[in-house]
């Protein structure tokens, strides 16, 4: 099933209009609200004194209409009586101020008055609601990030924390190199929140504070996941994660919960307009690697957002719908808009709804009605299908996270980056999953792997062994820098994967934002930037060299045979011509499926159901674009024949059964 759902706040409405709402809702289409996500105060109006009356209420309303019930445990909003009674619910920023209530967020993860209430409201809303025939399963908080907080509670956890990683204050010493500059711990004491942190202190400390950030937010999360789970066995948990780039390690929060579920607002504006499409494309695929399987959109666009910005445009007429196709090409198993209605009051009265403040449907809540019957049409067709890339491209919460600590070279960025191969890959119309650079990825044919800085021999020995039995890995700069506790190696790079890549990087030079160029076999020249590896294969043959400055006629890009596969090793960061050339020539080589030709704007993606396989054609552009699809098909959308040539208006969808 593919459910189409909208979020919706009962709290923020006169009750009059509530069983409109849920009538126009259902004759909409819509099988799914999310509510009470920020609700605590209404919920828990004093400490210990409950008020379910009005969920009960709006919950009964929705069941009547037949939609079934999402509902947010509403630990994001402490209430007033909460912070004020109990002052350790508030987080110390990195000023040592306490964060003031008033705006969302204002918790920290280590209170103990925190998790007390918390733990009650969860058990509290989790027992009244266990046997509802509506409720169909739980968002614990929303949009969880690290806090960075400096409380007591947070600095007494990290010792400990620390404590239980190294066993001893010697070994700690060791790891973390504090002997620089004398830092040697000699108490635990001594060892307290970095309170922001900066480029001076010692990266092996900074980033274990990320880490022990990330398990404070897990077990604040675990907390809440181990009452549910207790009290609505028969109820799926979930967490709308925000986007990406993150220092949050998505991949330990969603590990115990059922699916992920991401909060997705493309970007509307004219100038993203080119861009948005391929970073939401990422975005979707890591959404979909976090657990390997479908997820849920929890939040998408619905209007012209606003209220942290001046507001962005409207999406233009297709943009909703075709955003949402998006989202299912890529692995959504539910979508659902934020938010029904654009909020009278508070904050984000302007990150508009599908219907605007004058309660009157217009051009989006329109569009929306359209794709939720196109949607609720293919759900049975669609059902069960799945997507799966032939090719891979990792990611890893712990890089980004070492990158932010000790940036590598002006403009070197470790996210836009992985923007870059990835869209590259995205244009070449490969199906390609966003995977966990930590994870297992045998049977991938085609695995890239930005900036492995750090790395140790057992991950090197994997990407080894995918090399050897027949994947095609592709390696950049940085590879290979450092141990896991943000340690340099002391070896050649790129260190653990120097043999398995056959070359050596004899010299860098970290050129930052200069321009520089590198020239192909077939004597095309590329600019480059950020970082020149100089290499020195022993083994592996070069594909590309330096066309400029001391290191000109030096090797760039090498590859190396290895085993039934071979190990591509990229010493820079050239022009996105340059990744479309490469991949396009070594996915060739393999034989990977792919649709040639795609017009820029245009997106393709494959859900494939046993024999079967659903091509998903996207325009995410403004202009009406062609493509060549080789062959006619059956469309599933207008159940006509389409083909070999597909004309797509602005926004324009098309889902074809495939046949290569
Ligand atoms: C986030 C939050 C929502 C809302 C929207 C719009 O994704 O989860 O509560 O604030 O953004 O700003
Ligand atoms: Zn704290």
């Known amino acids: 099933m593919t459910l189409m759902g909208v979020v919706y706040y009962p709290e923020h409405w006169e009750r009059a209009m509530w069983e409109n709402d849920a009538e126009l809702m259902a004759r909409t289409g819509v099988r ?12 828990e109006p004093k400490e210990g004194v409950y008020d379910f009356a009005w969920l009960d209420e709006a919950i009964e309303l929705f069941h009547r209409q037949g939609i079934q019930v ?50 009650t409201i969860v058990r509290k809303m989790a027992e009244r609601y266990a046997a509802h025939p509506a409720v169909i399963g739980w968002q614990i908080d929303n949009e969880f990030g690290l806090n960075e907080c400096c409380c007591p509670h947070c600095e007494a956890r990290f010792r400990e924390w620390a404590k239980d990683k190294y066993g001893s204050l010697e070994a700690l010493n060791r790891a973390w190199g ?23 202190k010692n990266p092996s400390y900074l ?72 970073g939401g494309a990422l975005t979707l695929d890591l959404a979909r690697g976090i657990k390997r399987r479908g997820f849920w959109i929890m939040e998408t666009i619905s209007g012209p957002p606003g209220c942290w910005f001046p507001m962005w445009r409207t999406p233009q007429p297709g943009f909703i719908r075709a955003f949402a196709w998006q989202c299912i090409a890529r692995g959504a ?39 939720c ?58 199906l390609t999953d966003a995977v966990n650079a930590a994870e297992d990825l045998s049977g991938y044919r085609l695995i890239v792997a930005p900036s492995l800085y750090l790395l140790d021999e057992e991950r090197a020995k ?46 860098y030079d970290p050129i930052g934002g200069e321009l520089h160029a590198m020239v192909d076999k077939q004597g095309n020249s590329y600019a480059c930037s950020q970082w020149c590896d100089i290499l020195t294969p022993a083994g592996a043959e070069p594909i590309a060299w330096y066309d400029d400055d001391f290191f000109a006629g030096q090797p760039a890009v090498t590859v190396r045979k290895l085993g039934k596969g071979r190990v591509v090793y990229i010493g820079t960061v050239a022009e996105e011509r340059y990744y479309i050339e490469l991949f396009r020539e070594l996915a060739d080589e393999i034989g990977l499926t792919r649709l040639d030709g795609l017009p820029e704007g245009v997106q393709i993606s494959v859900r494939r159901k046993g024999q079967t396989r659903y091509l998903f054609v996207l325009n995410l552009s403004r202009k009406r674009q062609e493509v060549s699809l080789g062959g006619t098909f059956a469309s599933v959308l207008t159940e006509s024949r389409v083909g070999p040539a597909l004309t797509l208006e602005p926004y324009g969808v098309e889902i074809v059964e495939w046949i290569e």
Not at 84 to 106: C, F, I, M, N, S
Not at 257 to 276: I, M, Q, R, V, W
Request: proline share 6%; hydrophobic share 35%.
């Open 32 to 43: 799914v609200v999310r509510l009470a996500e920020f609700a605590w105060s209404l919920l």
């Open 70 to 119: 999402v509902l947010g445990t509403p630990t994001c909003t402490p209430p007033n009586w909460l912070t004020e009674r109990y002052p350790d619910v508030l987080p110390v920023d990195v000023h040592l101020k306490t964060r003031q209530a008033g705006v969302r967020g204002h918790r920290c993860y280590n209170s103990p008055s925190m998790r007390r209430f918390s733990a």
């Open 178 to 200: 504090t002997v620089v500059w004398s830092g040697t711990y000699s108490e635990w004491e001594q060892i307290k929140p970095p309170l922001g942190g900066t480029a001076f």
């Open 207 to 278: 980033l274990d504070w990320k880490r022990f950030e990330t398990d404070a937010v897990v077990a604040f999360q675990q907390l809440q996941l181990d009452v549910l789970r207790e009290t609505c066995p028969g109820h799926f948990v979930t967490h709308n994660i925000w986007s990406y780039p993150m220092a949050l390690d998505y991949y330990r929060l969603c590990a115990p919960l059922d699916f992920a579920s991401l909060d997705y607002y493309p970007n509307t504006s004219l100038e993203k307009a080119g861009t948005s499409g391929y």
């Open 333 to 371: 198993e539910a979508v659902v808009h934020f938010q029904w209605r654009s909020a009278p009051v508070g904050a984000e009265q302007f990150w508009h709804g599908l219907i605007d403040h004058s309660n009157v449907p217009g051009r989006r809540y329109e569009e929306y009605a359209g794709l």
């Open 373 to 430: 019957e196109e949607v609720n049409r293919l759900s049975g067709t669609l059902d069960g299908s799945e997507v799966a890339g032939e090719a891979a491209i990792l990611h890893s919460h712990e890089l980004y996270n070492a990158f932010q600590i000790q940036p590598q070279a002006e403009g070197m960025d470790y996210f836009d980056n992985l923007k870059l191969y990835h869209r590259a890959l995205t244009k070449l119309g490969i």
């Open 462 to 507: 994997h990407l080894e062994d995918c090399a050897r039995n027949g994947a095609t890995v592709i390696l950049t700069n940085r590879t290979g820098v450092k141990n896991d506790n943000n340690v340099c190696w002391i070896r050649p790079l790129p260190g653990p994967l120097a043999e398995a890549a056959g070359v050596t990087v004899s010299e």
